[in-house]
Structures are given as structure tokens and as C-alpha cells.
């Protein structure tokens, strides 16, 4: 069964970088697949931000106003999200999920983590 | 970008009964498309992908139709889980962008 777990703080101050992990178990992600990350803004919905593959491929959603980096650490079997100079439009839950390459869609997805930017 | 606008913003249906929720892209993505329900405090998860084959295990009272722009699922006789948020999303191409989604409420 696979299985995504975001880990991170759940506070982060304006103006400093955002950073969470999803660890993957079940499935090791150098096998394939691609990995993203997607939030939720409170009382808003679903947001894409970024994806990478197992050999780094990346692709990121030109809207966001913050700078994105996504990462994968393979001998970790995890990937990594980075948002830098954050604010409070930042604050949201924040999902890792895996997208399929047979169906092309988001199958497998972490419980999600609350990150509010506040100082 | 592909813009995703779904309708209605809120449905109220009595258990037992269907409800039917609309997606429409703003251009056409095929039948690239996928359909998501969320719980408050849960994961979102893969109800349809291809527009109409349902996920792994997603019960037969799940259906999915449409191509081009428009796009509809279709629950069938309401259970008290199906009241949830759902979400459809394209994946045609960079970026992906998810509608706002449709409240499916008790009425």
C-alpha cells in the first residue's frame, strides 16, 4: 500500500522559506511516477504548485507569487518542497500526492499539513 | 492556463437521491480529466480519471461523462458519505488547475 506523509513546521514567519517533506513508503520512488505537491488555501480550493519525477524532472505553476523549488531525495525515498519569502497568502494545507502514469491523475495523496505564515 | 469552472458552487440533495455536478474548461482538454471528492480533514481522492473510468475500489454509483469542455459526474442515490466536497482537474498539460469545486450538501 503506498503511503505519503507531509512532514514540516506548521508556523513559518513572512518573509522566510516555507519547507516540507513527504516521505513515501510502499513504493520506491525511483521506480517512476511523478510526485507533487498541492495546497489549499483556508476556505478555498485546490491549488497545484509543483511536480518532479523520479530523475528530476520538474514542472511548477507560474502562478505563484512565491519562488518554488521541488526536490527528490531518492536514497531517502522522499521529495521536498521549498516556497521562499512566503506570506500570509501562503497559508493553506498543504498536500504531497503522487500522479499516475497510466491514468495521469493524482491516486495516492499524504492527510495534508497546516503551515500558517504569521510572525 | 486552463481555467476550470465547476457548477453549481453548493447542491442540496436528500439522501437517496442523484446529483449531478458540471465542470467546464476553458479550452478543450479532451477527455483529460479527473474527479476528486474531499473530505473535511481527509485526503482528497481519485474518484475518475479519463472523464469516465472510475478509480480502484470507487463504487459503481460514481459516474463520469463528457469530452471536450463539459464535463459531468454523476452520483447516484446519495449515501451519507458522498456529502463532500468535489474537485475535477485537468491534466492535458502545464499547469494543472482543479475547478473550485461543488459542495455536495444534505438537504
Not at chain 2, 17 to 32: F, G, K
Request: hydrophobic share 35%; proline share 5%.
Amino acid at each position: 500500500q503506498v503511503q505519503l506523509q507531509e512532514s514540516g513546521p506548521g508556523l513559518v514567519k513572512p518573509s522566510e522559506t516555507l519547507s516540507l517533506t513527504c516521505a513515501v513508503s510502499g513504493y520506491s520512488i525511483s521506480s517512476g511516477y511523478f510526485w507533487g505537491w498541492i495546497r489549499q488555501p483556508p476556505g478555498t480550493g485546490l491549488e497545484w504548485i509543483a511536480i518532479i519525477n523520479h530523475s528530476g524532472s520538474t514542472y511548477y505553476n507560474p502562478s505563484l507569487k512565491s519562488p518554488v523549488t521541488i526536490s527528490v531525495d531518492t536514497s531517502k525515498n522522499q521529495f521536498s518542497l521549498k516556497l521562499s519569502s512566503v506570506t500570509a497568502t501562503d497559508t493553506a494545507v498543504y498536500y504531497c500526492a503522487r500522479k499516475a502514469l497510466t491514468s495521469h491523475a493524482f491516486d495516492y495523496w499524504g492527510q495534508g499539513t497546516l503551515v500558517t505564515v504569521s510572525s | 492556463e486552463i481555467m476550470m469552472t465547476q457548477s453549481p458552487a453548493t447542491l442540496s440533495v436528500s439522501p437517496g437521491d442523484r446529483a449531478t455536478l458540471s465542470c467546464r474548461a476553458s479550452q478543450t482538454i479532451s477527455n483529460n480529466l479527473a474527479w476528486y471528492q474531499h473530505r473535511p480533514g481527509q485526503a482528497p481522492r481519485l474518484l475518475i480519471y479519463g472523464a469516465s473510468t472510475r478509480a480502484t475500489g470507487i463504487s459503481a454509483r460514481f459516474s463520469g461523462s463528457g469530452s471536450g469542455t463539459e464535463f459531468t459526474l454523476t452520483i447516484s442515490s446519495l449515501q451519507s458519505e458522498d456529502f463532500a466536497l468535489y474537485y475535477c482537474q485537468h491534466y492535458i498539460n502545464w499547469p494543472l488547475t482543479f475547478g473550485g469545486g461543488t459542495k455536495v450538501e444534505i438537504k
